[in-house]
């Protein structure tokens, strides 16, 4: 089966060599002074783990990286990720919003079990592929991405774990499928895939952009509602 058919078929795929060293090196070094910002940042950034400081975040979320750097929708990255988020589910999918998510060294801190369709607002159009992109090797060690193959799009009830940290849901965890990745590689994942990442227990940050894509009525329809994925999380989307 090629990519697009896994992704059809089990609602995530894996993507080798997405971008070049040279890309991803360039990314370091933006994402590198982006997280080392804590001025700039601090309204775009927050604690995927809980309620951790300003800077001492368990799971730095920061948040439309490309509102502070806009230069970066020019990328190689985004352009090349919004290229096979179209091949996957259409021409009219454009970039939704981009965020950073880093696990810093040794802080063991899961990211739950959820649907990404559980932060959003439900959309007459259902189609949304979220692109994870490795900054370094991701493996179990460090809180690579591990998927459950969809079967439908039906949401699952959500919660919040921790006041104002991650949504949550019940998944059946023996049907995970772990996905290790080299840096330059990604994911794909579509917004009801059932997703969870470990702890990062290694003595090295474990950085990844995220892409989000979906068609562009939808997000007009979104900003029109005042959605601009810069707002507090919270369960917006129910069985
Ligand atoms: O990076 C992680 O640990 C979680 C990422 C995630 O939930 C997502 O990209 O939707």
Redesign the pocket.
Known sequence: MDQKNIFLSKGFCKYENLIDDEEVNKLRLIYDSLLNDLVSTAHLRSD?GGQGELGSEK?TQLMRPSSLLPELLESKAYQVANLQAQSLLGKDLVLDFD?L?N?MPFTNT??PW?Q?AAYWIDLPDKRAV?C?IALEEAHEEN?C?WFIPKKDDQIRAHQAIVEGG?LSCEAPKEKAVCIPLQPGDCTF?DGFTM???KGNTTAQN?R?L?L?FRPKDMVDLERAQGIDHLGERKVRNKP
Do not use: E
Request: no cysteine.
């Open positions: 995927l799971i965020m998510i696990k899961a990211t959820h990404d979220s994870w809180g991405m991650a994942h997703h969870y990442s474990r990844a995220i989000n």
